[in-house]
């Protein structure tokens, strides 16, 4: 049986929820703000690193079917286009 696919909403649900109740606060730590989260909306594993290509291929690489979301950590955007990125209150 093949899991069902899930379009962008789904996924951008999906993700904040599993970061904000199971992942957020193991890794908002001074250390990790600024960074990137690849969070796998299956198994739940994830990986973090400062850029958001490696950060998803060493996840992909523990899990080739992952379903995955990203994050910068601390912050409500991966990345700003023409503006700043606002930083999150801490948990």
């Known amino acids: 049986m093949t899991d069902p696919i899930l379009d962008r909403e789904e996924i951008a649900q999906r993700g904040r929820e599993r970061y904000q109740q199971h992942v957020r606060a193991h890794v908002e730590t001074a250390a990790n703000i600024g960074k990137i989260i690849a969070l796998d909306?299956?198994?739940?594993?994830?990986?973090i690193d400062r850029d958001l290509l490696v950060?998803?291929?060493?996840?992909?690489?523990?899990q080739p079917n992952t379903v995955t979301w990203a994050a910068r950590i601390g912050y409500d955007a991966v990345y700003a286009v023409g503006g700043t990125l606002v930083r999150t209150a801490p948990c």
């Not at 909306?41 to 990986?47: A, D, I, K, W």
């Not at 950060?55 to 523990?62: N, T, V």
């Open 41 to 47: 909306l299956n198994s739940g594993e994830y990986e």
């Open 55 to 62: 950060a998803c291929h060493r996840l992909q690489a523990k």
